[in-house]
């Protein structure tokens, strides 16, 4: 007879489930050993279980499938919250096991006691305590199907006394994998999407992450109604390769010409997305949702029409009722646009590859050439979305991975943990800022235990760039946004990891290449330009403002050697 961890591992084992990503300790121990007894899942030590968060998270958007983290009771498993929430926030399928205390003593303020339960209420779908071995094994069932279902975090919270009592009844027999429905519209609401699309003249599309899958769909559209195809972030993956109707991403790091082509539309059809950033939806146009969560429809913008529905599968029912528009004026401008601004990014980026300094902008474009065509990018937080989100061209395979919608730093280097495990055969890249690489540089030790041939490459400009860029543009002086220059190179040769440390631009493109080939983990160290700005594609006239009294101020305080260096790496 089984008890309550052999159980809850013989369900993963059914589920699919490869590893677990998680610190060992007292609490967990029955769970470990019985994962180490199956010899079908594998434990993976990282150094922090937040790590072991993002890194489950990054497996499961990259394979679709459930994943795990665990973490001992008490301190072991609130250090997952985070990465947890950037789980459940990006519609990855994780299943976190939340050790508790010994069960008799929940409520006596205990050792290292909490109440997970309530914790994790907030980033999951489904977060419940297993106080008796009669809820196995059903609530883990609950939970593997809520986070596979409903896309998404699950929280098991396991005493330890619990996890090693016996479980009485039989296995459930059913498959314990994801349903993998699809949605369309009725015929009357295809009718009357159809009706609406066929009597306008302009159309603009803009696409998120439910375009998985449905990027020849996206392009038939785009075809049909000669639309130009704007991007959300986490749309580009999934519709800028391959695509002649692009005209690039809308939104606070995005092109003027996706903004153009979005505001100077007579229907602005979304498609998948949840875009976040109401100041750049039109306000005349007609706005027309297509998401599969009921939830997004008219969340950001007022609708004329929502449908509840898969965009993959409401494309194939609509195409035939669509008339192919005959002028494609709309298009082409809006294209015309895009390659106007592409091309002046593009000047930009060869105008910064000579000099003294490098340029993130040229770190990143750089790596985008020479990276394998089907890499898994993953990028922090702040500046380096930037870089990734401009420079980095998708082509058919690419993947990439942020914490786009939580917003955490210190994101990429575990994610890029669980890229390499999902496929240690693929190319693995990740954008880490000197700032979010710091908060969790412990994990570059997992790279070295568990052998994986990461690229972590440190946009080392000493600062936090996004941070300094938001007082700028309040009119506020940078203010604790600064660190000491450090060789992360030195660092990693330490650890055992090939490190490169780049100060010249004349050195970069060798380096990118020497560090991408290397037979194993590898650290490029590329120290950048500390007062690079990344201007938005819409500026009103209080940012203009802001920035122009942060100058003054700058002044004011004496800080003209700061001013200089920013003015003249940016003009």
């Known amino acids: 007879m089984a008890n309550v961890a052999e159980k809850l591992v013989e369900m993963l084992i059914q589920a699919g489930v490869k590893r677990i990503y998680g610190v060992v300790g007292d609490s967990l121990n029955s769970i470990t ?51 947890l929430y950037d789980c459940h926030r990006s519609y990855a399928p994780v299943l976190a096991i939340a050790a508790h205390i010994p069960s008799s003593q929940i409520g006596t303020s205990y050792f290292q006691e909490t109440h997970p339960e309530r914790i994790f209420a907030d980033c999951s779908h489904f977060c419940e305590l297993i106080s008796s071995p009669s809820q196995m094994p059903r609530t883990a069932q609950n939970a593997i199907q809520a986070a596979l279902n409903q896309r998404g975090v ?41 009706e609406l699309l066929n009597s306008t003249a302009k159309c603009t599309l803009l696409c ?84 599969s969560r009921g939830q997004n429809l008219g969340r950001r913008a007022r609708l004329d029409l929502g449908l509840l529905a898969h965009v993959r599968e409401t494309a194939r029912a609509l195409l035939p009722k669509l008339n192919k528009k005959k002028s494609s004026k709309f298009l082409d401008d809006a294209v ?30 750089l790596l985008s050439e020479l990276a394998e065509d089907d890499a898994a990018f993953t990028a922090d937080t702040g500046m380096c979305t930037v870089w990734a989100a401009r420079y980095i061209r998708m082509k058919k395979g690419r993947s990439l ?88 190179a030195k660092i990693a040769e330490a650890a055992g990891i090939r490190g490169f440390r780049v100060e010249r631009p004349e050195e970069l493109r060798d380096a990118v290449k020497a560090a991408l080939a290397h037979n194993g983990p590898a650290l490029l160290d590329v120290v950048t330009a500390p007062y690079e700005l990344s201007m938005p594609p819409k ?28 003015l003249k790496t940016n003009i």
Request: proline content about 4%.
């Open 336 to 365: 015309q646009h895009y390659a106007d601004v592409r091309e002046e990014l593009d000047k930009h980026v060869k105008s910064k590859s000579t000099g003294d300094k490098i340029h993130p902008q040229y770190l990143a474009s």
């Open 539 to 566: 500026i009103v006239a209080e940012q203009a403002w802001g920035f122009s009294l942060f100058l003054m101020k700058e002044l004011i305080l004496g800080n003209v050697k700061e001013l200089f260096e920013e």
């Open 208 to 291: 998120g992450s439910g375009c998985i899958g449905a990027h020849d769909e996206v392009i038939a559209l785009a075809e049909a109604l000669q639309a130009p195809v704007v991007h959300a972030l986490r749309g580009k993956e999934h519709v800028e390769w391959g695509n002649r109707y692009d005209v690039g991403m809308t939104g606070l790091i995005g092109f003027a010409s996706g903004y153009r082509a979005m505001i100077n539309a007579d229907v602005l059809l979304m498609l998948g997305t949840d875009f976040p950033y109401d100041g750049f939806y039109p306000k005349k146009a007609k706005i027309v949702q297509i998401d």
């Open 401 to 488: 991975i942020g914490s786009f919608n939580h917003g955490s730093m210190a994101n990429a280097l575990p994610q890029a943990i669980g890229a390499q495990f999902e496929n240690r055969k693929r190319q693995v890249i990740s954008f880490s800022g000197d700032g979010g690489f710091g908060m969790l540089m412990g994990d570059m030790l997992s790279l070295v235990q568990h052998d994986l041939p990461v690229k972590v490459v440190v946009f080392n400009n000493s600062t936090l760039g996004m941070v300094k860029l938001e007082m700028q543009v309040v009119g506020v002086p940078d203010f604790g946004t600064d660190f000491k220059n450090f060789n992360f």
């Open 33 to 83: 050993d019985a994962v180490r007894r199956s010899k079908k899942i594998e434990w993976v030590n990282v150094r922090n279980e937040e790590a072991g968060a993002f890194a489950a998270g990054a497996e499961a958007q990259l394979s679709g499938n459930l994943a795990v983290c665990a973490g001992s009771c008490g301190p072991g498993n609130l250090h997952l919250i985070n990465g």
């Open 154 to 194: 699950a929280v098991l919270v396991i005493p330890g006394d619990i996890a090693l009592q016996k479980v009485e009844g039989d296995f459930p027999p059913h498959d314990l994998r994801a349903m993998r429905c699809k949605v369309r519209p009725s015929e009357d609401d295809l009718d009357e999407l159809a």
